[in-house]
């Protein structure tokens, strides 16, 4: 089980397709993961009666405990 005591941010990426290839990696090779996510919304914002619509990307943080930590780094430089 990974816990904030025994985990080790591996990267942070924006990117959906670059999220999934690295948790198909971690998964084949047994390493234990967890993601943290942020943002994926809308954010109307109304300056003097203005309506601005910022798209908000989605942050995807992944985290392998750290006694993995370094046999994921070494997995993710291999399949660039």
């Known amino acids: 089980m990974i816990t904030i005591f025994n985990r080790k941010e ?9 999220e999934a290839k690295i948790r198909n990696l971690l998964s084949t090779h047994n390493i234990d993961y967890t993601i943290s996510t942020l943002g994926n919304m809308m ?4 300056p003097s009666s203005l309506d601005i619509r910022i798209d908000v990307p989605t942050e995807y943080k992944i985290y392998v405990k750290r006694k993995d930590y ?3 780094v070494h997995i993710l430089n291999e399949n660039r």
Request: proline share 0%.
């Open 10 to 18: 591996l990267i942070i990426t924006y990117s959906l397709e670059k």
């Open 43 to 46: 954010r109307n914002i109304t």
């Open 70 to 72: 370094e046999k994921a």
